[in-house]
T-cell receptor, first 113, second 109 residues
Framework: NAGVTQTPKFRVLKTGQSMTLLCAQD?????MYWYRQDPGMGLRLIHY???????AKGEVPDGYNVSRLKKQNFLLGLESAAPSQTSVYFC????????????FGEGSRLTVL | GQNIDQPTEMTATEGAIVQINCTYQ??????LFWYQQHAGEAPTFLSY??LDGLEEKGRFSSFLSRSKGYSYLLLKELQMKDSASYLC??????????WGAGTKLIIKP
């Protein structure tokens, strides 16, 4: 049982380049989330989805787009990367009913030069 | 604004007890969570409090006082593997999690 899998684990981009982070979960969870984690700060929610075909903005959505075409996958896109987007990105999922527990992927470390 | 405060770093001795505090100011309250995060790894769920009082789970316990906007995580019989960051998070009135910056716990032999 893989749980929540993120690809790629590491990526270096140049300013202005685009890329997509893939999150895949095999637990049949409805809710999926993308967070970023920066030193000295709490996890910040970028976008989330409450089910296939739905997405919503979180606390820091600017510069990112998402898609949830299949229930098991949640994609995070950067159309034109900026150095401020250098961060560790975590995907998480949870089932209904809400037990409060989030299941996190291993993280994707992105550096934008 | 919404705010979660917890100490940046704490040090404790193997075998001892440590208490990590968390205070919060949020728009609404729908539960408080504690997660453990080892360096370079993903956060993993430790506990969930929605009512006042103490929840015990093995060596770890979590306490909540909603009237004081306060929680603590108590770790007993500390082991070297407990060296990690401990994240406090509160679910607000919109059912979104607001996260603290985490407390880095260093265990010394």
């Amino acid at each position: 049982n893989a749980g929540v899998t993120q690809t790629p684990k590491f990526r270096v981009l140049k300013t202005g380049q685009s890329m997509t982070l893939l999150c895949a979960q095999d637990m049949n969870h409805e809710y999926m989330y993308w967070y970023r984690q920066d030193p000295g700060m709490g996890l910040r929610l970028i976008h989330y989805s409450v089910g296939e075909g739905t997405t919503a903005k979180g606390e820091v959505p600017d510069g990112y787009n998402v898609s949830r075409l299949k229930k098991q996958n949640f994609l995070l896109g950067l159309e034109s990367a900026a150095p401020s987007q250098t961060s560790v990105y975590f995907c998480a999922s949870r089932p209904p009913p809400d037990t409060g527990e989030l299941f996190f992927g291993e993280g994707s470390r992105l550096t934008v030069l | 604004g919404q705010n979660i405060d917890q100490p940046t770093e704490m040090t404790a001795t193997e075998g001892a007890i440590v208490q990590i505090n968390c205070t919060y100011q949020t728009s609404g309250f729908n539960g408080l969570f504690w997660y453990q995060q080892h360096a370079g790894e993903a956060p993993t769920f430790l506990s969930y409090n929605v009512l006042d009082g103490l929840e015990e789970k093995g060596r770890f316990s979590s306490f909540l006082s909603r009237s004081k906007g306060y929680s603590y995580l108590l770790l007993k019989e500390l082991q070297m593997k407990d060296s990690a960051s401990y994240l406090c998070a509160v679910r607000d009135s919109n059912y979104q999690l607001i996260w603290g910056a985490g407390t880095k716990l260093i265990i010394k032999p």
